[in-house]
């Protein structure tokens, strides 16, 4: 769930992690950013690891900084949206869904992955 407040953003949630031989790892995620925007939005991150190594990376560290634009108008399967894929680092990529929420902004974030003690 993301919120963007004019020079601020703020958003959180949490999901999982699933390698290709099917282990899971529960994650939370905190993020806070600058720029311009307003609304608020319920989306899914997809994340795609290209090699074993940074997806070992990403449930141990978790980072990402990025910079995204996007407007978001949606309720279920009404409505649009117009968001970013991009490549967090060489070898991963992120896709943006948008479940609900009416949302324009473009804003530097930075996020924080890790793993969720208590499912784990």
């Known amino acids: ?31 806070a950013g600058i720029g311009l925007g307003l609304g608020v939005k319920d989306f899914r991150g997809v994340f795609i690891f290209h090699d074993q190594a940074k997806l070992d990376k990403f449930i141990e560290r978790g980072w990402d900084f990025s910079a995204q634009a996007d407007a978001a108008a949606k309720s279920d399967t009404k409505g ?19 479940k609900n929420g009416l949302a324009l902004q473009a804003t530097l974030q930075g996020t924080k992955y890790w793993k969720d003690k208590d499912l784990n």
Do not use: P, R, W
């Open 1 to 31: 769930m993301g919120v963007n407040l004019l020079l601020a953003s703020f958003a959180g949630g949490h999901g999982v992690v699933v390698d290709k031989k099917g282990h899971e790892t529960f994650m939370k995620m905190g993020s």
């Open 80 to 98: 649009a949206q117009i968001g970013g894929a991009g490549k967090i680092t060489e070898g991963v990529e992120l896709y943006q869904l948008t």
